[in-house]
T-cell receptor
Framework: GQNIDQPTEMTATEGAIVQINCTYQ??????LFWYQQHAGEAPTFLSY????GLEEKGRFSSFLSRSKGYSYLLLKELQMKDSASYLC??????????FGSGTKLNVKP | ETGVTQSPTHLIKTRGQQVTLRCSSQ?????VSWYQQALGQGPQFIFQ???????GRGNFPPRFSGLQFPNYSSELNVNALELDDSALYLC???????????????FGQGTRLTVV
């Protein structure tokens, strides 16, 4: 089975840095993905890790430790438009994704 | 804009009815996955189609069925609708196949289904 956990909600201030954690226990693993989803919209791809370590993409970075079943998404220089849900997803074989329930991030002025 | 289109965008059905949702995958993609997203939850994997064959299924009953066509577009059919089937239904297309590097999945905008 698949068990993917992330915090339900977080609040941060514009311009700050926020880290969203994700822990997982899955029967298969072929990458850990992060998606952003604004209310009423489709998820959009942010970042992924296959190997342990940090991947950086502009203001977004993602970290993976496969031995610990742990990942985090780091958002720097927060902007109001970053208010959204952030979904952690484990990819098993052949592009089947298993998602956590999402972390709703509220960015306040 | 991901190039993945779903129709209709919104739909209201009555309990017990049947519904068909459609998804056109991004050009060049041969794999379509369907997800159900209840309010406040993450998407849940329903099933995946690769080159017109079902290629894995999540924990959904047989009244959820699907098809993939030669042009790789896909349909999701749900029979005997229940109130709990009310959700956002997302399809995601990607390029699959042996020897391919990890590829991301692109999501459509979804179909909001309400069962009353």
């Amino acid at each position: 089975g698949q068990n993917i956990d992330q915090p339900t909600e977080m609040t941060a201030t514009e311009g700050a840095i926020v880290q969203i954690n994700c822990t997982y226990q899955t029967s298969g693993f072929n990458g850990l993905f992060w998606y952003q989803q604004h209310a009423g919209e489709a998820p959009t791809f942010l970042s992924y890790n296959v190997l342990d370590g940090l991947e950086e993409k502009g203001r977004f970075s993602s970290f993976l430790s496969r031995s610990k079943g742990y990942s985090y998404l780091l958002l720097k220089e927060l902007q109001m438009k970053d208010s959204a849900s952030y979904l952690c997803a484990v990819r098993e074989d052949f592009n089947k994704f298993y998602f956590g329930s999402g972390t709703k991030l509220n960015v306040k002025p | 804009e991901t190039g993945v289109t779903q129709s209709p965008t919104h739909l209201i059905k009555t309990r017990g009815q049947q519904v068909t949702l459609r998804c056109s995958s991004q050009s060049g993609h041969n794999t379509v996955s369907w997800y159900q997203q209840a309010l406040g939850q993450g998407p849940q994997f329903i099933f995946q189609y690769y080159r017109e064959e079902e290629n894995g299924r999540g924990n959904f009953p047989p009244r959820f069925s699907g098809l993939q066509f030669p042009n790789y577009s896909s349909e999701l059919n749900v029979n005997a609708l229940e109130l709990d089937d009310s959700a956002l239904y997302l399809c995601a297309s990607s390029l699959g196949g042996a020897g391919l590097e990890l590829t991301e999945a692109f999501f459509g905008q979804g179909t909001r289904l309400t069962v009353v």
